[in-house]
């Protein structure tokens, strides 16, 4: 194989195989590194939050990065904790930041009508 | 070719050689060139597939792949690829990557042997575009999932890919390309139009050069993937930009040129029902696209979007009724009038009907053109948002992920349409009028001729500046 196919097929792998990997990599790197959980919003018909149980540890600032999946608006709030990320439109993103002081279970829920199902969608954050 | 001027102001004759440059032609001349833009490319669509996979059902304006394809690519192919460079579109497509590699065994350099893969013909009654038109048809029955729904825009392109694949396994070189590829039929229509053009610079040179290297290949280059003849091309509508004649000819003799848009519309050789046909789609499909994504009637959203299966029925039963009967049916009676205005009975009424039918060429890309207006101007600032964040994982790469939807010129968006609709109106009339001068071998039966026609062609105009600017 002479020296410029290698090169060709060098760039083509990187191109490829190189973005995908580079990808999750990043992504992997940058949940571990910046967020305590990673929480998909999606109506309780659609599979509800994932995951529906989060555990942060206590006197520590936790980050939940939220994400939107779904074509309508959802919400987010821990009432027992005053922490609320407001609406979170179709697809957005949205981080909240907070340091629980006390140890216990708390319910997080969505705080828009997004469907016929809405007020199930609940879950529990543990704070350990 | 006449020697006459479009609008009494251009020669028709008149282009420019890009390739005159010196860097522009060494460029065209690597074999690095269109690969390094085409593995680049391909790059681009890695992304774009994996933003559709991870998207799946989400919302489709904050998710790369439906933004970059139906806002920025869709746009980018008939605002400006298609209009100046023809079929460049086409010379970085990624989807013939795979097969070109497989059959070749190579990525870079020339195999001059034998290709790999059966290395069928394509079925001779099949060289045209008939199955291109019905694949791009088909294909916009899923429109309203595709510009919503990323996983729709993932499977679409990923089908593609594999489709050019398999074919390419089993066929030469890229016939998927010159007869399959949805993408490729209204390329290859309104190249036509373009203002550029790939062509031979000396005839001669090509006539004494008898071993017609730009179509067998050498050891610089393959040759033409197209299964065309670059040494007389005529026209740019199967003239995929691959460059390979460039690079195979040992006389220089292949140039790039910018030239007067639509002179390819007067020459007379392989017009056929066919690509009369895809004129005819592409005006219907331009109709249904605005009448469904554009316009205010939320019953035709509710139909393409399939909230009831009856209602996608009818939707698909309407969409394809309109584009490949009633439009051509319509254009039919218009051509016969022509013939009974003419009177000329020596004349084929489908010779009519199909020279007729290129006049549509410059108003259907007309068309298209204020149709992407109407996408790109209301919606083109999602773009800065999905740059920034490709998976809406919640990256900001650019810093642009949280620039808010922000419509521009929509004010002037009616404005922008109307006059291109004119412009290109006014294209087809000084090109239908040739046309017609060619239909018709005497001139007073080609003007009596002429007048159903521009009928026909205000019509049309008209009823797409109603749905424009009404």
């Known amino acids: 194989m002479k020296k410029q196919e290698f090169i060709a097929i060098i760039i083509f792998l990187f191109a490829t195989i190189g973005v995908v990997v580079g990808v999750f990599a990043i992504e992997k790197y940058r949940l571990s590194k910046f967020y305590t959980v990673e929480l998909i919003a999606r109506a309780p018909e659609h599979g509800n ?17 939220i994400r939107n999946i779904e074509t309508v608006t959802h919400g987010f709030a821990i009432p027992d904790l005053n922490v609320s990320a407001g609406e979170i439109k179709a697809g957005e993103v949205k981080v909240v930041r907070f340091t629980p002081q006390k140890k216990g279970i708390f319910p997080f829920m969505c705080t828009v009508w997004c469907s016929d199902y809405h007020m199930e969608m609940r879950g529990e954050l543990i704070v350990e | 070719m006449e020697k006459e001027k479009l609008f009494g102001l251009i020669d028709l004759n008149w282009r420019f050689e890009l390739t005159k440059f010196k860097l522009v032609r060494w460029i065209f001349k690597s074999r ?11 790059s681009v669509f890695i992304i774009i597939l994996l933003a559709g996979f991870i998207g799946g059902y989400s919302a489709g304006n904050y998710n790369f792949g439906v933004m970059i394809v139906w806002i920025l690519w869709w746009v980018l192919l008939m605002l400006i690829l298609v209009p100046f460079f023809s079929r460049m579109w086409c010379m970085v497509c990624p989807f013939p990557l795979f097969s070109d590699w497989f059959q070749r065994g190579k990525l870079f350099e020339i195999n001059t042997g034998k290709h790999r893969g059966l290395n069928l013909k394509w079925p001779k009654h099949l060289k045209n575009m008939w199955v291109m038109n019905i694949g791009f048809l088909v294909t916009t029955f899923f429109s309203g999932f595709f510009t919503v729904r990323p996983y729709a825009t993932f499977v679409l392109l990923g089908s593609i890919i594999l489709l050019a694949f398999i074919i390419g396994l089993i066929f030469e070189k890229r016939t998927f390309c010159l007869y399959v590829c949805q993408v490729s039929g209204f390329q290859g229509l309104y190249s036509q139009f373009a203002a550029s053009e790939i062509r031979h610079k000396d005839e001669e040179i090509c006539k004494k050069h008898a071993l017609k290297t730009c179509f067998l290949g050498n050891e610089k280059g393959y040759g033409c993937p197209w299964l065309l003849t670059p040494f007389n091309f005529k026209k740019n509508t199967y ?3 691959c460059l390979e004649c460039f690079k195979t000819c040992p ?38 696209f605005f009448l469904s994504m554009q316009g205010p009637w939320g019953i035709l959203k509710d139909m393409v979007r399939a909230t009831t299966l009856k209602g996608y029925l009818t939707f698909i039963a309407i969409h394809s009724a309109f584009s490949l009967l009633v439009m051509p049916g319509i254009f039919f009676v218009f051509s ?3 013939k009974l205005a003419s009177a000329n009975k020596e004349v084929p009424l489908k ?14 890309l007309g068309v298209w053109i204020a149709f992407s207006l109407g996408i790109i101007l209301p919606n083109g600032s999602y773009i800065l948002h999905i740059i920034s964040d490709p998976f809406a994982w919640g990256w900001n790469l650019f810093g642009t992920a949280n620039f808010p939807w ?6 002037l968006l009616g404005y922008l349409q109307g006059a291109t609709l004119i412009i290109f109106y006014l294209f087809s009339i000084a090109y239908g009028f040739r046309l017609s001068k060619q239909t018709y071998p005497d001139l007073n039966q080609a003007k009596r001729g002429w007048i159903p026609m521009l009928c026909f062609l205000t019509l049309i105009t008209l009823t797409f500046l109603w749905l424009y600017l009404g």
Do not use: Q
Request: aromatic letters at 16%.
């Open chain 1, 49 to 65: 939050w994932y995951p529906a149980k989060i555990k942060v540890p206590s006197g520590k600032e936790a980050t939940i990065l």
């Open chain 2, 406 to 411: 922000t419509p521009v010129f929509t004010g």
């Open chain 2, 239 to 241: 003239c995929g930009m």
């Open chain 2, 32 to 42: 690095w060139f269109p690969l390094l833009a085409l593995i680049f490319n391909l």
């Open chain 2, 351 to 364: 010779k009519v009907f199909i020279n007729f039918a290129y006049t549509l060429i410059p108003i259907g």
């Open chain 2, 251 to 288: 006389h220089d003799n292949m140039g790039f040129f910018l030239r007067v848009p639509g002179k390819d519309l007067l020459i007379d050789e392989k017009r056929g029902m066919d690509e009369a046909w895809k004129a005819f789609i592409m005006l219907g499909i331009a109709m249904v």
């Open chain 2, 336 to 338: 016969y009038l022509s």
